[in-house]
């Protein structure tokens, strides 16, 4: 049986967490650059420009963005210039392709890019390539056709090193560091494609990006929300 001195002390730690939630989640609503993803109305207040035709589909919420293997959309932001970030969104496939974009900011295969693709069908990475020297992070059978995955990708500047890290609905899937100089210039993000890799079959929604790099509870936290 419980004593009301830990009853009490039960009570207070609940709220001390409801507390922290609510403030992590008040922080997270405030995402520097949101889009939902679920019409062309919301994609174009973003300054975003979609190219070929994409279809919107239910998604986490409401719609998402069904990109087919030829479409995909660019966004225009000095904000994707950040030496610190993340981006986050949720994503499904709907085809068996064995490999695809994501997203990408700069041009995944050439120096200063960052981006999220597939691989062997199921797997996902987050790569980060400097001028001489490029590293990645993997989640393997992370994928489906059936259900929606949520991605996080972050990248934090210390010194000359970034360090990077990928999360898989809230749970850390893997990281690395990047040695080689890299050059935030780009301004732009593109989702649906990713240089290599190509373009990509599924649905994006909810997509976040924040200049400055999510810590790892709040990273869960926005998955719960």
């Not at 934090?156 to 935030?184: C, M, Q, V």
């Not at 190509?198 to 926005?222: P, T």
Request: hydrophobic share 40%.
């Amino acid at each position: 049986m419980l004593s009301i001195k830990n009853l009490n002390l039960d009570k207070l730690l609940l709220v001390l967490f409801l507390l922290i939630f609510i403030n992590t989640v008040s922080a997270l609503d405030c995402a520097p650059f949101y889009d939902g993803m679920n019409n062309i109305t919301s994609i174009n207040s973003n300054n975003g420009t979609i190219i070929n035709y994409i279809s919107f589909v239910p998604g986490i919420n409401i719609n998402g963005s069904n990109f087919n293997g030829s479409n995909y959309i660019n966004y225009f932001n000095s904000l994707f210039n950040s030496d610190s970030g993340a981006v986050s969104l949720w994503f499904k496939k709907n085809s068996n392709d064995t490999s695809g974009g994501i997203m990408q900011i700069g041009q995944i295969g050439l120096p200063n890019s960052i981006g999220i693709f597939y691989s062997l069908q199921n797997n996902v990475y987050f790569e980060m390539r400097g001028t001489n020297q490029y590293v990645q992070a993997a989640s393997g059978n992370a994928l489906s056709q059936s259900k929606f995955t949520y991605i996080t990708a972050i990248w934090n500047k210390k010194e000359n090193k970034h360090a990077i890290k990928l999360f898989i609905n809230g749970k850390y899937a893997g990281g690395n560091t990047l040695t080689a100089n890299f050059t935030h210039n780009q301004g732009l993000m593109e989702i649906g494609r990713v240089g290599f890799y190509g373009n990509g079959e599924g649905i994006v929604d909810e997509l976040r990006f924040f200049n400055r790099a999510l810590l790892d509870s709040e990273v869960y936290a926005e998955y719960l929300y």
